[in-house]
T-cell receptor, first 112, second 113 residues
């Protein structure tokens, strides 16, 4: 079955790096996603990685994919207070629904 | 560019009252549309999805229903709200031409008292 797992909470100091981890179960996933949700807002697509890649870097964001362990991580360099939000990992659900299966979200708290 | 709208932004309703939440998408044709619910402090639960006008698939049996009267309009309804219907309702779309990425609306916060 589909199950995406994340730790619930992460606290870092401003300027440090943040690493948010995720494990997924569907080895046939083509894309894996990271979404960001700020308080009271919808989900914003942050980045994604194609399953034939091990790493993707986009400015302060680095996504690492370990297909063998079905482990996905999001690293935020030089974390800022504006990065405080909930971060969701997601993978495609079975193709019949064309939907995404989301983790429960990791709340990132950045302390000044 | 594509945009997705939801309204209302916030809604407070008594138990047993009806519900209608609306979602519209601009700038794309024949999108796949989705309704998710996010309970406080939890992840997203897929409620309904639609691949075309009048085509609705339900993921979770409950007192909610969805309709798609137009290509870019998706409506979430209930005849009688329950306390457990409180939550943050998110509409999302994705292209119908094979792309997997979903894009989300701003959400509607529903409080049932």
């Amino acid at each position: 079955g589909e199950d995406v797992e994340q730790s619930l909470f992460l606290s870092v100091r401003e300027g440090d790096s943040s690493v948010i981890n995720c494990t997924y179960t569907d080895s046939s996933s083509t894309y894996l996603y990271w979404y960001k949700q700020e308080p009271g807002a919808g989900l914003q697509l942050l980045t994604y990685i194609f399953s034939n890649m091990d790493m993707k870097q986009d400015q302060r964001l680095t996504v690492l994919l370990n297909k063998k362990d079905k482990h996905l991580s999001l690293r935020i360099a030089d974390t800022q207070t504006g990065d405080s939000a909930i971060y969701f990992c997601a993978e495609p659900a079975d193709t019949g629904r064309r939907a995404l299966t989301f983790g429960s979200g990791t709340r990132l708290q950045v302390q000044p | 560019s594509q945009t997705i709208h939801q309204w209302p932004a916030t809604l407070v309703q008594p138990v047993g009252s009806p519900l209608s939440l609306e979602c519209t998408v601009e700038g794309t044709s024949n999108p796949n549309l989705y309704w998710y619910r996010q309970a406080a402090g939890r992840g997203l639960q897929l409620l309904f999805y639609s691949v075309g006008i009048g085509q609705i698939s339900s993921e979770v049996p409950q007192n909610l229903s969805a309709s798609r009267p137009q290509d870019r309009q998706f409506i979430l309804s209930s005849k009688k709200l329950l306390l457990s219907d409180s939550g943050f309702y998110l509409c999302a779309w994705r292209t119908g031409q094979g792309g997997e990425t979903q894009y989300f609306g701003p959400g509607t916060r529903l409080l049932v008292l």
